[in-house]
């Protein structure tokens, strides 16, 4: 069927209702930005339906009943109000029962008709039953108190900015199911193609839930990376029974290539002597739950090439001192501190691996090695002996400095046939990164490399044990002996020592 709505706004009067009596009422300003914001992304005129009378029959009047039926979409404004209301409830089941009609609540394989929005905070075991396994739109924060704080511009610019920016991610997902449905109701020779349309380079991440200090960030990042066209896990809200959460966020990382979790340094724990509020328990939960999380992608990761994880804490906290939990992952190698944007840049590479371009050999048929080193050891001359005599046998490659990406570094590596990592200057932590690097990196080539290994060229540097990784004790000085097994692994290739 035909729909003569387009979306339809499940709300109870209260909440229109104006702090400030000069400014439009929350309800109304919602209405208009939505329906602007819509019709800019569609291209054309959205059409966007909710009661404005101040009171309610009964029963669901025939006006109301007849917009609702013929609407694509419910979007249901949840609030405490919103939950006492029988007529709010009525206009929920009335969606439901007609969808049933009309193919169901589903949109694709992905999207639903029915849009949560959560206006002012509600615990999750609160949310009608039909929308509880729905992730919704928040459109409020816990702000430091513990307190939830709303999106409205009568809370001053910063919450005026981020009401417009939550308003956004709905009018972008609400946009995305119209165009499916379109296509589902038009010809199928006609059918434009879907805006969701899944590309052939399509990832799933795991977008771990986070405190609400960092939801906003959150929410940024995984639009980008559904406007982009992958997956993002979980799309449903986690299970609160420990059982249960964990099988769910288990069975999500297993489908995943990545998991990207986003620390917060903020203390969960109330001040001493204070009993903590509502607010400040659900906070602790949050935080517990996001630590969770870290720990299983790191257990259902173990042993897949496919699989990388991201630890990320914001910038700027050093005058906050993080916990232990905190602390201790900072020795991770998957660990990093960076901006926002920053991270984002460094997904995309983890789901994009450089396209390796194979390097011409020497005329003489040299193996290409990549000589790996912190950048203060190229200019150390205790390298210049090992550097010099492999040389002379070998194609040898550097890590580019002035242009010293990500991408760059695992290029080279998957362009190589072999890596020989110098441990010189660098701290034991940069050697764990370098080498959980090369193991990330390896499952992107099309060959296994010949051989790979740690030269150990300084006295005193921690001894390290991997059955995979060759380590040579060169902190005596170089002989070329001291190579003669990593040139054995080489083959014929690799001539002799």
């Known amino acids: 069927m035909t729909f003569a709505q387009d979306v339809f706004i499940s709300f109870t009067h209260i909440d229109n209702q104006s702090l400030n009596p000069d400014e439009a009422g929350w ?58 209301s029988d007529w709010c409830m009525r206009e929920l089941q009335g969606f439901c029962q007609a969808a049933d009609q009309q193919g169901g609540l589903r949109a694709g394989e992905t999207k639903t008709r029915l849009f949560k929005v959560i206006k002012t905070y509600l615990p999750i075991e609160q949310h009608p039953a039909v929308v509880a396994n729905f992730l919704g739109y928040e459109f409020y924060e816990i702000d430091d108190a513990g307190r ?18 939550k308003l956004n991610d709905l009018a972008y997902d609400i946009h995305q199911t119209l165009d499916i449905l379109d296509a589902q109701l038009g010809p199928p020779a006609l059918a434009a193609p879907l805006l969701g349309a899944v590309p052939a380079d399509r990832k799933v991440i795991y977008l771990a839930d986070t405190t ?11 639009r980008e990376l559904e406007q982009a066209g992958h997956q993002v896990l979980p ?38 002597g204070q009993s903590p509020t509502q607010e400040q328990i659900y906070r602790q939960l949050a ?27 914001p910038p700027d906290t050093d005058a906050i001192t993080p916990d232990d939990f905190v602390t201790e992952l900072q020795s991770d190698p998957d660990f990093i501190r960076t901006n926002v944007e920053a991270l984002k840049d460094i997904i995309y590479t983890r789901l994009t691996p450089p396209v390796a371009r194979p390097l011409d050999r020497a005329p003489d048929g040299r193996v290409q090695i990549y000589l790996d080193c912190d950048e203060r050891d190229l200019d150390n001359p205790a390298i210049e002996p090992l550097y010099e005599w492999l040389e002379q046998h070998f194609q040898v490659m550097l890590p580019d400095y002035e242009q010293g ?7 080279l ?21 370098r080498l959980n690097a090369l193991k990330k990196t390896l499952y ?48 014929h290739a690799g001539g002799s020592v």
């Open 287 to 313: 935080t517990l739950r996001t630590r969770d999380q870290v720990a299983l992608a790191a257990q259902c990761g173990q042993g897949r090439s496919d699989f990388s994880r991201l630890l990320w804490l």
């Open 405 to 411: 990406t990500l991408s760059r570094s695992e290029a």
């Open 235 to 272: 799309d449903q809200p986690l299970p609160s029974e420990p059982g249960a959460f964990a099988q769910t966020v288990c069975e999500a990382l297993t489908r995943a290539h990545l998991s990207v979790h986003l620390l917060s340094p903020n203390p969960s724990q109330p001040p001493a």
């Open 212 to 222: 609400p200090d960092l939801q906003v960030d959150r929410e940024c990042i995984r």
């Open 444 to 491: 992107g080539r099309s060959k296994p490399l010949l051989a790979k290994a740690v030269y150990v060229a300084a006295p005193g540097k921690q001894k390290f044990s991997d059955p995979e990784v060759l380590m040579i004790p060169g902190d005596q000085g170089f002989q070329p002996t001291l190579l003669a097994e990593f040139v054995a692994s080489l083959g």
């Open 413 to 433: 590596i998957q362009q190589c046939e072999a890596v020989l990592i110098y441990y010189g200057e660098a701290s034991a932590l940069w050697l764990k990164r």
């Open 27 to 84: 309800i109304s300003a919602f209405h208009k930005a939505l329906e602007i914001r819509l019709s800019q992304l569609r291209g054309k005129e959205s059409r966007i339906w909710r009661d404005r009378r101040l009171w309610g029959n009964e029963d669901l009047d025939e006006a109301i009943f007849e917009a609702l039926t013929q609407s694509a979409l419910l979007v249901s404004v949840l609030s405490p109000r919103y939950l006492q």
């Open 148 to 165: 939830p704080q709303e999106f409205d511009r009568v809370y001053g610019p910063e919450q005026e900015r981020k009401f417009y920016a």
